[in-house]
Structure formats: C-alpha cells, structure tokens
DNA sequence: CGCGGCCTTGAGTTTACTCAAGGGAGGTGG
DNA sequence: CCACCTCCCTTGAGTAAACTCAAGGCCGCG
C-alpha cells in the first residue's frame, strides 16, 4: 500500500516521511461526501471550495494544536492523523486516530475556545481548513449548510461513544478484539486486514502498551482465532472474536 | 440537598425515589441557557416551547433507549441522569452523567439511526424532546437556531473528548482526583464538595470498583489531602490534587 | 428489632505494566 | 556489496495496580 513492495509501515523516524501517500493531484475536496449531501448542491459546494484553505502536510506534522484559538473547521482530505496531547514533557499522547476523508475537528471552532486536541499527521495529508464566520455567513443563503453540519458534527461523537464504553468497560483483548472488528472488511470479502500503522500507534490507541499488544496477537493466534503475517492478519473465527468483543470484562 | 437532613444520598433501590428533586414548577425550559442564545430570541423561544414535548420522569427511569430509532433531539431540564448501555443481562452500566440544565443527546437525531446510549434518571427529572424535522423547519425562519445547535453539539463534545483522555492515560487516582476538581466550587469559596449521588455511580463513571474508590477515599485522607464524613469532603490540598491529576500515570 | 442496601476493609488473584534482552528489516555509509 | 546502525517488534521475568471474594459495620426503614 504505502511501500512498494512490502507489508509492513516502512517508516523509521515517525516524523521522517517514508511511508508516503502524496496527497491525491487533484486539489479539491469530495464535499459531497464529506458533508453527506444529497443533493448535487453545485453552488454551496462552489461557495466552500472558495471560503476552504487546503494545505498539504508532511508525516509528523503538527496540524491542530491546543494552544491555538479554534476559529476553523478542519478536515482530513486525504491521509491519516492521530488526535491526542502533547505531554509538557514533549511527547505525544494519541488518544485516536482519524483518516480521510473526515473531519479533524468540527466543533471546537463553534465555542470560544481552543481546540480540544493536538492533532499530528501520521502518513502524508490533504487537510482543508474552513473559517467557523465563512460558514456562517454562507448558511442563509445555502440551508442545506446547517443540517450538513450538524450531522457531520453528529458523525464525530459516534466513535467518541463506542471510544469511551470501550475504554470504560472491556479489557484490553476486547478492545483489540473490537478494534478488529471496525476494521473488518465487508462479509464476502476476504477477511484479512492489513495493517497501515506501526503496532505501536494501535496499542496507543488502545491505551495498551505495545509489548501487551504483542502478547495478545500472540495469544489470538494460538487460540486460533486469526493468522498473522507480519502486518497482514487474517481472522479466522469471526463469532468468536465477537465474543471477546463483547465480553465486557468484570 | 435531596433529603431534609442528611448528608447522604439516602436512597435505598436505585429505583426507588426518596431522592426528590421534585421537577421545578415552572414548566418551561431556560432555552437561553440552554442554546447559549445571546440576544433575546423571544420569538425562537416561543417556537421552541411549541414543539417541544415535556414530561417528568422519576428517578430510576429509562428515559433514553439504544433501541429507539432517534428522530428527537433530548435535554435534560433539571436533575441528574447516567448515560452507559444496559447490558443483555439486564444491568446498566453507566459510562458518564449529565446534570440539568443540559442536552442529553443533541447528536444522533440528525443521523439514520439509534441513540447511542441508554440513558437512566438518576433523581426525578424532567427531560424535554425535539423532534429533529422540527427544528429542520425553524431554521429558515430563525438564523441563530442552526448556529445555537452546533455550538450546543460542540459544547457535548467537550466532556467526552476530556473522559477519553482521563480513561485513556489516568490511572484511577488520577480520574478521581480530576473528578474532585471538576467538581470544585468557584475559587473563594468553601472547598466543600457534597456527593449527589451514591459512591459507586460515581465510581462507575471513573470506571472503577466501588472498592477501590473507597481505599482511593482513605488514602487521600491518609495523605492529607482531602477530609472526609460521609458524603461530604472538604479539599485542603488542591495543588496537590491538581498534580495527582495531572501525573497522567505510566 | 431485624432486614436490606451501602460502604469499608482485608486477603488473595489477575491483568497489564516496567525493565531488559534479542532478532529482524531497512536505510546508510564505507 | 556488505557492515552497521537504528528503529521496531517480540519474549521473558518481575512488579504494581486494580479486581474479586468475603466479612463486618452502619443506617434507614418496615
């Protein structure tokens, strides 16, 4: 995917940008999709592709920072980020990670404040950034601006949800477990998955460390519930990965 | 606070309703506060009281189903609900709460699908319901609606954003401490907390055991930090606290 | 007074973490 | 082209945090 050959994250310094997805040559952005539009909406379209900055950003960049004011709606065109903060020490804590096309942050701009996340690009990214009074001075004449909004602001608390029952209530083989199955492809498909990010970016978002995650890919595959190969895994009894998922541990 | 005398929440069955906070006789919502309107908008009040459908509910209560298609926007007026899933065994497993005046769920009408939580009153409460087709149809007419709900969407955002990273890098110290801050009065004021609610809803919230809350309890007593009778604690080391908060464990 | 629910405390166990060592893959420089 | 170096993943051993199970005390209620 990333590397020519190979199967697994080729990268070697997070920062350092080997594992390249050059952001997408053509330099718009897919509103319709991102917004959940029905209708084709030519002119509101028009109107955001003229009010959006797009920018490009290198892996490892920091992208959204706590410390800003939060003025713009920023989303993720192309690429993949991590959300999180920024230790005092220097260090960076993600919490989750969003990978485009999708929003990065919809909601802080609409509160006086700051954003509610250091945000930090994982591969290469396409982010656009679009001013919260722009918006707000398209949606009289645009009404379907407002509803667009509202469930694409909608859209980002569903994963926060599952994020925080998760986090809450099962332990760590069921969070993979339940990490996996996001990530299963469409049943017919092949149920393999392949993994984009370095094992250790996972076990982050699992709030595990990487040597637990280690132990439990291990532990799966001695159950003979997947098949791993490197950074290619493959699942092999999808009922009873859902049980763990579901086991709610305690 | 909720019973004549006491210091507890003296509930005996968490159905059970000793713990009255009786619905306030006025049966309006403070839609000012709610929507953070600015201006006085006394003709979007008057609408919004129109479509909205109030009712009481006592403590105990399943006000909000993970089976329900959800086609409304919910808040809660005033009093305390829990926020978690009902497990198929039947138990409710809370993962946060929401005090009124507050929106309990401004998201998921504005998708296809269901609510993403149970939801369960914790004192009587009164809850107030939006379809969302209506508010759809006030917006034209009423610019500060669209803008009110974004930002009141962004605003439940905040909490959740904040629980994900306290689950995600706080040992159970830690949450509690950052607890104990949120729930700290206004600086010059007494830096007395009264707890609302039994010690193990507040213990499910820091997704911990009611146990370990309890040695938590004692050992910052022990440390000095806290004092403690009953449901009352009084802080007597808030910077203290604010570094155990802050040490983000590992 | 007894009962039921709640909180507390103790003992033992489990889970996941820390620390440390070793192997593999990829890029770099001689 | 090969040696080296770095970063990453893995595995093992020991430890710490939080859980489970169980027993005891308190309080309000019937």
Redesign the interface.
Known sequence: MFTTTASAPSLRTPSASRRVRPASTAPSIDWIDVLGLVAPETALVEALQRVAAVRDAPAGALVLSREQPAIKLVLVASGQMAL??S?PAGTF?P??SVSGPAWLDA?????HGSY??DAVTVTDARVAELPRVAL?ML??RH?AL??A???A??????P??E???D???KDAEGRFAAWLLRRLPAPGDEPVIALHERKRDIAAQL?I?PETLSRLCAQLVRKGVIEMRGYRLRLLDVPRLASLAGA?A?
């Not at 909601?107 to 509160?111: D, K, N, Q």
């Open positions: 999180g903060r230790t804590r919490s989750r909601t802080s701009a609409w509160l509610l996340n707000e949606m009289p009404p407002a509803p909004l509202l469930r602001q909608a859209e980002a608390m569903n926060l949800t994020l925080v029952h986090l809450a209530h709030a460390t709610e305690a």
